[in-house]
């Protein structure tokens, strides 16, 4: 890897900005900033360590100081984003590429800076990606032949000096972040591989000890085990991190599920109210505590100890709640409650204020960002509640046509025989709607 590095320092996945419209960053990175660095003749390197939730690892600090260039997404205001810029705007005077949607509001302080804008479309996907991806392409080629100062520290106060880059070190840094790009490629064949869980074994052997692993590559192999529904490998990555790896919330819930699907729930709750107590309510931690509870509501009924379901079933329909609270744009929480609502015994009458709510908060996100495996499966839910077959047909295949790993799946289908089960308590369940999840069910073991 003998090209210069640009280093892109932007936020993850589907973001609202403040008016609330869905960004897609992702896509915006796939159309416009790789390709703008690759036609700008460097390598592109993405900043995969803030999937774990503000935790910046060493290799962070290196890519910031020793990428010849760098790139960052103003867009929303992200701090994980503004807290990487401004080290780099200390380390280096120049090659600092700024871009952000057209029409941002910078914050006072950085109104000065000169960001090069792109252009939305009304669901947050980029409007004409070859127009900006040249303009970028232009930007980075200017920084390279003229160097000019761009840190807006070195252009207002005189006399600093940069700090001493060791270009071996540089070097070095290189060839790290080559093998990081081909390890995560890797990992991504081997959880496609018919035997994919030995796959990943045999990566996971080649890497060595987990604590002097990349952040990224740890978290991305902890993941890869969990689309594999490999629960007891997730505990076992998760715990043998470098501990301040560990120690993020995305790493903790992780852990967490995957206790609770080994049958650990206990902990597993422990685990997550510490979360909740550190960082503050989240519909993500919320909705982790209600499926603990929801598991142990099924065990408890299928054993015919009906006073512990009960009680279990109470407190899944409260985290679940909860979580629904704690951010109304995230649906998922919102439909699990309602589900449960509608088998308690008797059903809970609050569940016909939510699914208003619920249906809103779905079709807002699909609108925006066409939505994604989860927003799809949440209208199923909502269309199964309402006996309502075409609907749910139609959210079915478009639900189907979205990225989704076997675990996901089976989650899925496990809701839905839950609300098959409350139909038929209400005599509302049809053998037509049987029939589709019959059909889902045979997708699932295929």
């Known amino acids: 890897m003998s090209r210069a590095v640009c280093f892109i320092l932007m936020p993850f996945g589907r973001k609202p900005d ?91 302080d950085v109104q000065g800076l000169r960001a090069l804008p792109y252009r939305l479309t009304a669901d947050g996907k980029p409007l004409d990606p070859a127009i900006d991806r040249t303009a970028l392409a232009e930007r980075l080629s200017t920084c390279q032949r003229e160097r000019a100062t761009d840190s807006p520290l070195y252009q207002l106060v005189g006399g600093l000096k940069p700090l001493p880059i060791d270009h071996e070190r540089t070097d070095v840094f290189r060839e790290q972040a080559s093998y990081s790009m081909g390890i995560k490629a890797n990992l991504a064949a081997a959880r496609r591989a018919p035997d994919a869980v030995a796959e990943l074994d045999r990566l996971a052997a080649d890497f060595g000890e987990l604590k002097q692993l990349e952040a990224g590559i740890a978290i991305d192999l902890m993941l890869s085990y969990r689309d594999v529904s490999a629960w007891a490998k997730v505990v076992a990555t998760a715990e043998s991190m470098d501990p301040a790896v560990g120690r993020t919330v995305l790493v903790r819930e992780q852990r967490a599920m995957a206790l609770n699907r080994l049958g650990r729930g206990v902990e597993a709750v422990q685990e997550l109210e510490a979360i909740i107590a550190d960082t503050g309510p989240s519909s993500e931690t919320y909705g982790l505590i209600g499926r603990v509870y929801k ?125 098959i089960s409350s139909l038929r308590i209400q005599g509302l369940e049809s053998g037509a709607l049987a029939a589709l999840i019959a059909e889902f069910s045979a997708s699932t073991s295929s």
């Open 18 to 108: 403040p008016a609330g419209r869905i960004i897609d960053f992702d896509e915006i990175y796939r159309a416009i900033l790789a390709p703008a660095v690759e036609s700008a003749g460097l390598a592109c390197v993405r900043a995969d360590e803030e999937s774990g939730a503000g935790f910046i690892h060493k290799l962070m600090y290196e890519r910031l100081l020793l990428s010849e260039y760098a790139i960052a997404d103003l867009t929303i205001s992200n701090a994980n984003v503004y807290y990487e810029l401004g080290i780099r705007h200390v380390a280096r005077p120049a090659s600092t590429v700024m871009v952000m949607a057209e029409d941002t509001r910078l914050p006072f």
């Open 295 to 419: 598991d142990a509501w099924e065990k408890a009924r299928k054993e015919g100890q009906a006073i512990a379901a009960r009680g279990h079933l109470k407190r899944a329909i409260g985290a679940y709640l909860a979580g629904f609270e704690a951010d109304w744009r995230d649906a998922y929480p919102g439909i699990n409650a309602v589900t449960l609502m509608a088998l308690s015994d008797p059903p809970d009458e609050r569940r016909h204020k939510l699914i208003p709510v619920v249906s809103y908060a779905v079709e807002q996100r699909i609108a925006r960002s066409g939505g994604d495996y989860w927003d799809h499966a949440t209208l199923f839910e909502l269309a199964l509640m309402k006996a309502d077959i075409d609907s749910a047909s139609e959210a079915l295949c478009d639900m189907m046509a979205r990225p989704f790993t076997l675990w996901m799946q089976k989650t899925t289908l496990r809701n839905a025989e839950l609300i």
